[in-house]
């Protein structure tokens, strides 16, 4: 077995990965940029994982009713608000457990609910979709050398994904907006004092986080498998959750972690279809995402247990004005 | 005006009256979600009552349901009292599973009707091995649990799926040529069937006695030892605990330990009392952790509390799970978990704060 | 002439209590106006009403003689008030130039996207303008407390706020910094800013302020001219009778045997980097040994390290001739340390658990309370109600939670737990901070009697009255070392200020 195989360096085992793990990784990086900018502004949302069920299934089932991939898209987005906006009530109003209600969540709209319940009622099972989203660019760019495949042999979702990690890289560094996220983020009663609403920022932003979700999750059933299955995104969400601590709650970083996590998901079946490692179990394969997060997570948190780098300092707490 | 204020005392009547009108406004939530997706709630809801709890029959099958909940349930409130919160009640069943039919194959031709407290401390072991892992990690190394519990169970399930379907391990069924062309469990032996108790038509697995007693030797190890001081100490502020001497890691350690062994056992329930296989498909489809979590928040983390919703709840999937079909629409039952839930959740901000009308503060009077 | 401000018979109810009550104050431009009363008096309140923190339940605010009414504290911000709370509002992780800006909508932050460098500039003139330089690019969590009030004091200037509003600004500062802030509000003033100063240290009222306006109770006392009222007759208005101040209580020392010794003591603080160096002292049994210094300076690491909460990393610790390990809170408790630490709601008790719960918070294991692995609840219980008959703590019975006592109660829990213990050593920190003057004396009285009963006392105090009214010697720190030591008798302010602020002997 060889890195490089004989039918040209775009065939070799790297290349193909690293494909793969690009296009894997896209679900990934939209749900974690929209976890991240929820978690930026406070707020928890552990129902990453429903989220993106929710807004699959809705997003599978637009483009069947209405044959638009952009209006699928859009009512993904808007599924996964919804469902943010549950969560988002429940902890900025009402002051409940953050954790104990993404929990809720994920249970209220994942695999064994309303995502099934939707699928099973606007019956979208067992039907490819009849628009999908797929590499678009001029064949002679995609089979350009190494660049072709990794990069621009992919769809609209994966490119528009890297424009969205500009758009939160500069609202978060550069902008008023985002300086005065951060300080929510931070430091709620500094933001309060000084005219910001604390209240507004976290609502919009948790609502936010949950379109990305949904957009992450309709890019499985748009664009990966093109297809509705209960539970499709297969613990994807809750990686996305990971991915946020791994890139220190950067958007950039956000972008390299989803590719490596991606990666993971992708070399199952490349070695399978190879036929490399056959020997070994799929399931030692398939465990490596999940496995991988925690060893990532072992390492980014006992360094950054001792300095606390970069997790919002009121993520997880309620925020109250007038508590004495 | 709308105001929220902090209550000072919490009135003991409200600690019922709240999740009671919680859950009306759950039931409320539900009509209007059937409604609107051209379900009819009245004839909904009868038929789950009905296939839930409606007959001697439909109990039995109700009790058998509960009996993981309970387990799961148990499980997650024991870690979630001192704000460890484990994820992981899912892998940790199986893991109980695994090493409960191993014990149960093993022994069961041997050693008679011991091995079925065999395979209960079998069960506990593997599942407090498999918490213990986000324990050492949240204990020595500060990572956070609820990741690491939660990859776990995909992990687990991925072994259980490989014991089975794609290995010739000890827990496969190699004897027949059907066995060897369709993967299944090997059977296990008659001895390490667990016992039932009979009584005027119920039947009562020893599953779930074990659980109730479980539930009520956490409730006195929590309220009356010195354990559960620690326990409460460290859930309520773990700087306190810090101030006050007490060991935190190894708290840390033995309730998640506690915590996996009870789903452990609860895993090998499965085994002993209802599928006498080590079966990957039904464990991985019935989401029995994740159920336990909702239990738990519902429970307040009471662990008799525990008992009487997972029979409810138990009733609810056993109806769910009866009524599955063209007519009956399918997810209903996390659908309704969920629904609950958040009624109750936000209903919680009833007993801790207290909702105010007052007129805005300006007096209007002339100027000076 | 019309006031700059005015509060009109404001009310304001908090479950429980009512903060204010029928409040009249006003303020005229180019005054310093001091707010005066002790703590819980309902000085804050006020001032988080006129901030716009706060909607008050009745009576108005009138700014220049016309009614207004804030729904937000941004309303308040852009009607010209500013102010420098006691603890301040800033982001840490951000500049001093991103906390100035946070927030604000005219010029620079009325833009989309940031630049920092115009900002830095502004903030720079300001600094210089008014003598409160500091480093616009620096993140706030590097800079020492001194420092980040000055960042306060820019946020306001910065929006051009006209009434100025200081909340006990004092309380980080080290004498010579705190002549340096009347200067700088001097200044202010007579450019015509209103300045609200709020206190509960009489001679700082009369040393910064014009007038002097007195709460007590929530109600507002009095209104006087500073020039014409002395310390005492302000005391009397404030704690409404006759009040011996700052009584320095001559106690027939008898200094018994060293029972706590720390030599060359390190130990890191929460950011990386050394909070304690090499710290040496001596205390001996019967002595109250104070440690005084301005916050930040390595007081809250020495008492966890001494109370085996923080592991040191080098040097030792020997209590009563045993050398304990260090970093184990248990192994300290049982050599006879007691601590009533600085956080008394989040570190000294478990909040939601009840008084009786937190009273055998440390002694639980003891064979009195427990019957083998179970406790013995009903002898729990009855020994919390001795214990709060015994100490006098007022606010309900052994079930109550410990989170609904006020401060002064809480306090007493905690001492009367400390107490139980037959400590050795009893090391306090800030233990009358936010306690009304009663209280103040109970736990003073406390103090002196564990001093006497042959208990060592390790005092750990910002508050330099409290220091030289109750202790035998005195150490300063800074920077995490012990820069000098006097005995407190013939030790004065200016001496002690001067230590603090790091001048070297």
Known sequence: MT??????????????????????????????????????????????????????????????????????????????????????????TLRANQIVSGLALTIFAGAAGLSSYLGNDLNVAGQ????????????????????????????????????????????????????????????????????????????????????????????????????????????????????????????????????????????????????????????????????????????????GARRRLGAPAALGTPYVREER | MIRIERRLAQPRWLTVAVPLGSLVVAFGVMTLVLLATGHAPGHTFSRLIDTGFGSKAALNETLISATPLLFTGLCAAVAFRMQLFNIGGEGQLYAGAILGAGAGIALGNHTGWLSVPAMVVAGAVGGAALALVPGILRAFFSTNEIITSLMLNYVGALVVNYLIFDSESYWRDTSSATAKVFPQGKNLPDAASWPVAHSAGLYVPF?????????????????????????????????????????????????????????????????????????????????????????????????????????????????????????????????????????????????????????????????? | MTAAVELRDITKRFPGVVANDGVHFEAAEGEVHAL???????????????????????????????????????????????????????VPPFTVAENVILGDHRGEGKKFLVHPRRIERRVAELGERYRIAVDPRARIWQLSIGEQQRVEILKALYREARILI?????????????????????????????????SHKLHEVKAVSDRVTVLRDGKTIDTVPTATATPRSLAALMVGREVSLSARVERALEVGEPVLEVSSLWAQGDRGGDALRGIDLTLHAGEILAIAGVAGNGQRELAETITGMRTPTRGEITLGGQRLRGGDAREAIRAGVAHVPEDRLHTGVAPSLSISSNVVLKSYRAGRVTRGPLLRLRAIRKHAAELITRYDVRGGGPDLPARQLSG??????????EFEGSPRVLVVASPTRGLDVAAIETVHRYLRQAAEGYVGVLLISEDLDEILALADRVAVMYEGAIVGERDAESATVEELGLLMAGATE
């Open chain 3, 36 to 90: 005066l009363g002790e703590n819980g008096a309902g000085k804050s309140t006020l001032s988080n009403i006129l901030t716009g923190l706060y909607r008050p339940d009745a009576g108005e605010i009138l700014l220049s003689g016309k009614p207004v009414s804030f729904a937000s504290p941004r309303e308040a911000l852009e009607a010209g008030i500013g102010m420098v709370h006691q603890h301040f509002r800033l």
């Open chain 2, 207 to 368: 599953g779930l006695l074990l659980g109730v007693v479980l539930a009520a030797v956490i409730w006195l190890l929590y309220t009356r030892t010195r354990f559960g001081f620690e326990v409460q100490v460290i859930g309520d502020s773990p700087r306190a605990a810090t101030y006050a001497g007490m060991r935190t890691r190894r708290k840390i350690l033995a309730v998640m330990a506690l915590s996996g062994a009870i789903a452990g056992i609860g895993g090998a329930s499965q085994d002993g009392d209802f599928r006498h296989t080590l079966d990957p498909r039904g464990l991985t489809a019935a989401g029995y952790g994740y159920a336990g979590i909702v239990i738990a928040a519902l429970a307040r983390y009471n662990p008799f509390a525990v008992c009487l919703i997972s029979f409810l709840l138990g009733g609810l999937q056993n109806a769910g799970f009866a009524l599955q079909g063209a007519d009956f629409p399918s997810g209903l039952v996390g659908v309704m978990q969920g629904v609950i839930l958040f009624c109750v959740l936000g209903g919680e901000v009833l007993t801790r704060y207290r909702v105010r009308f007052s007129r805005t503060a300006r007096r209007s009077e002339a100027t000076a």
């Open chain 1, 3 to 92: 890195l490089l195989a004989a039918g040209g360096i775009n065939d070799s085992i790297l290349v193909v990965v690293l494909a793969s793990a690009v296009a894997y990784g896209t679900p990934l990086l939209y749900a974690a940029l929209g976890e991240l900018l929820a978690e930026r502004s406070g707020v928890l949302n552990l129902g990453v994982e429903g989220m993106m069920l929710v807004g699959a299934v809705m997003g599978f089932w637009a483009v069947q009713r209405t044959d638009s991939l952009l209006l699928a898209i859009v009512v993904a987005a808007i599924a996964g608000g919804a469902m943010a906006l549950i969560h988002a009530f429940l902890v900025v």
């Open chain 1, 128 to 303: 490819p979709a009849k628009h999908s989203f797929g590499p678009f660019l001029p064949h002679s760019w995609q089979n350009a050398k190494v660049i072709g495949p990794i990069l621009l042999a992919h769809s609209e979702l994966v490119f528009a994904s890297w424009v969205c990690v500009a758009l939160v890289a500069v609202y978060l560094g550069r902008t008023r907006l985002g300086l005065n996220l951060r300080a929510v983020g931070e430091s709620p009663a500094a933001a309060d004092a000084m005219g910001i609403n604390v209240v507004g920022y976290r609502y919009a932003h948790t609502i936010v986080g949950g379109a990305f979700a949904g957009v992450g999750g309709a890019t499985f059933t748009l664009s990966i498998t093109p297809q509705w299955v209960d539970g499709i995104t297969g613990g994807a969400g809750w990686i996305a959750i990971a991915l946020v601590i791994f890139a220190f709650w950067r958007p950039t970083l956000c972008l390299v972690g989803a590719y490596f996590f991606g990666a993971f998901s992708g070399i199952p079946f490349t070695f399978q279809a190879r036929g490399i490692l056959s020997g070994v179990p799929p399931e030692l394969f398939q465990s490596l995402p999940y496995v991988m997060t925690v060893i990532v997570l072992v390492l980014v948190s006992s360094a």
């Open chain 3, 166 to 198: 200081l909340d006990e600004p004092t309380a980080v500062l080290t004498p010579q910094e705190a002549e340096s802030l009347f200067e700088t509000l001097r200044v202010m003033a007579d450019e015509g800013r209103t300045i609200i100063f709020i």
């Open chain 3, 408 to 417: 002064g109660n809480l306090q007493k829990v905690v001492l009367a737990r």
